[in-house]
């Protein structure tokens, strides 16, 4: 009961995945700018790789008959807190850069950045 | 429209050709295995006290040819430096940095491939990985401090080039030294069994290949920092040496 319980959570979770996957690249080609594109690449990365990722160890401590099912677990499941640790720092050091280089257009209608950077 | 029609092509060449692969290319698996194969499998474990047999091959079937790639490794290493060096010494500035942020993650991050490069490394012998391997994992760590941290920080502690190159001549020493030293019992150089052990306590050290993998991942890591750290420097240095 339980494993099959795991089982259909972790394919909802991979299924979801794609959705978010899927969000992410129209929002890659439909968004006007740099930043905003950043935030839908951001997406992909988290919700369309760490949710499935999570998925998969689910699905995996869900099939009984798998051989190595717990490292298959073990091994989805840290991969998936290492990228959900790296990837928001990878589009956070970005932006940042982009930023101070002003080598993308900045025309912002809030900027809170200048306000912290003015203190 | 005309994006869409490349991208529409795309998608359809894609599709089409993971299509004509599943259902018509015959995608062959070997069925029966070769002698040299089947002599590796029965005997690696018999051989070389080591069940990885890639590393087995590596450090003892053909352990020779290592050690000299090893020694090429070195020069190229030693000319690299050679190239980079400048008078007075590693320049020295006030570490600047990214932002809080991405300084914590990187602490996280960098004690992470720290521990699993020492896993790559000192289980080499029993899974697959190796000295190699592991170090170019740990260089990493450092190719990533560089950045995040500035190089300033890595020279204030004390991983200066110097100290890094001392580090990969000892190693290398001692890597000569495990592949010569079955000499003064008479044995052929880069013998393993006859003259380490096996096991060591009950746990299998695979006799010279967890020594090799140790000195190897201490001079790979290294070497390939300080070829991080001779690459930081800026351009300008050299081009003022120049001018003098």
Redesign the interface.
């Known amino acids: 009961m339980i494993e099959a319980v795991l089982f259909w959570i972790g394919a909802f979770l991979f299924i979801l995945g794609g959705v978010f996957d899927l969000l992410a690249a129209i929002g890659m080609i439909r968004f006007p700018n740099f930043y905003v594109r950043l935030h839908a690449a951001t997406i992909g990365a988290i919700y369309g790789a760490v949710l499935p990722l999570i998925g998969i160890s689910l699905m995996a401590l869900g099939i009984p008959e798998l051989p190595g099912r717990y490292a298959v677990a073990g091994a989805s499941f840290i991969t998936a807190i ?1 990228l959900l ?2 990837a928001p ?1 990878g589009s ?2 970005l932006a ?1 850069a982009a930023h101070k280089s002003k080598s993308v257009p900045w025309s912002p209608v809030v900027d809170a950045l200048e306000k912290d950077e003015e203190k | 429209m005309k994006r869409v029609i490349i991208l529409i092509s795309i998608l359809a060449v894609t599709l089409l050709s993971s299509l004509v692969i599943s259902f018509v290319a015959e995608i062959t698996v070997p069925r029966s295995l070769r002698d040299l194969s089947k002599y590796y499998i029965a005997n690696t474990i018999i051989d070389t006290a080591s069940p990885e047999s890639v590393a087995a091959i590596v450090w003892d079937y053909r352990g020779l040819d290592t050690v000299y790639e090893t020694l090429v490794l070195y020069l190229a290493i030693v000319g690299g430096l050679a190239i980079f060096t400048i008078k007075g010494g590693f320049p020295r500035g006030e570490p600047m940095g990214l932002t809080e942020l991405s300084r914590n993650a990187t602490k996280i991050i960098v004690l992470l491939i720290a521990t699993v490069s020492a896993a790559i490394a000192f289980h080499g012998h029993l899974t697959p990985g190796g000295g190699f391997p592991g170090g170019s994992a740990l260089a990493v760590a450092t190719m990533l401090i560089i950045p995040v941290y500035s190089v300033n920080i890595l020279l204030e502690k004390g991983i200066t080039s110097t100290k890094l190159v001392a580090i990969r001549g000892f190693a290398l020493t001692g890597l000569g030294l495990v592949a010569l030293l079955p000499v003064v019992k008479g044995l052929e150089i880069v013998t393993n069994q006859k003259f380490y052990p096996g096991f060591l306590n009950g746990v299998v050290i695979s006799g010279s290949i967890s020594l090799y993998n140790l000195l190897e991942f201490l001079a790979v890591a290294s070497g390939f920092t300080a070829v991080a750290l001779y690459l930081s420097i800026p351009e300008e240095l050299y081009k003022g040496e120049v001018r003098d």
């Open positions: 290492i640790v790296v720092v956070h050091v940042y």
